[in-house]
């Protein structure tokens, strides 16, 4: 069965250093969302995106963040300068039909800022 | 923010046994909930879902329930088993958006052999 995958897995960087995390969703799949979860908390929406463009992002999504797809296959999301407060799990999901069906989610970066 | 709501941290049944998980929502827009399941270093996965216009959806073991006046659902996997044991998430979404997820807390289940 396809799955949306993700790497690295884990990443430590420093405090100001770019980071960007990888995302390989499902082949066929045309819309594509960055979620994060801050460790004890929710998962919270930070962006979506649909021909190869911005559809929607959170608050969150500020202009430390950009997304992007660069070849046929992978769908990236960097952080410019990385805060402490960006520790968190980032979970990349796709789908074919966007709002019309559920979204498959990859098995998550767990990033930390030291 | 907290549109949507899972007030139960945590749950704990005997295997066999039905679960109940908890929902609770504000936003009157949401016209859409589903249901993931989600173990640890994995993302999450979908369980099941139900419309708005649905008081029940029910598939295999696991059932949702709409209450819409409430703003209230719930989950329940009837009977528990080990390998249910998982932390849940509910999630809400509206149609008219892009498809952005509205996730509640979590609320980790523990089903006991």
Redesign the interface.
Known sequence: EPE?T?TPSHQVTQMGQEVILRCVPISNHL?F?W?RQILG?????LV?F?NNEI??K?EIFDDQFSVERPDGSNFTLKIRSTKLEDSAMY?C?S?YR???E???????TRLLVL | DQQVKQNSPSLSVQEGRISILNCDYTNSMFDYFLWYKKYPAEGPTFLISISSIKDKNEDGRFTVFLNKSAKHLSLHIVPSQPGDSAVYFCAAKWTSNTGKLIFGQGTTLQVKP
């Open positions: 949306v993700q819309y969302y979620y908390q929710k998962v919270e929406f979506s649909y559809s929607e959170s979970f999901a789908n966007g709002n019309q559920t979204q498959y989610f990859g098995p998550g």
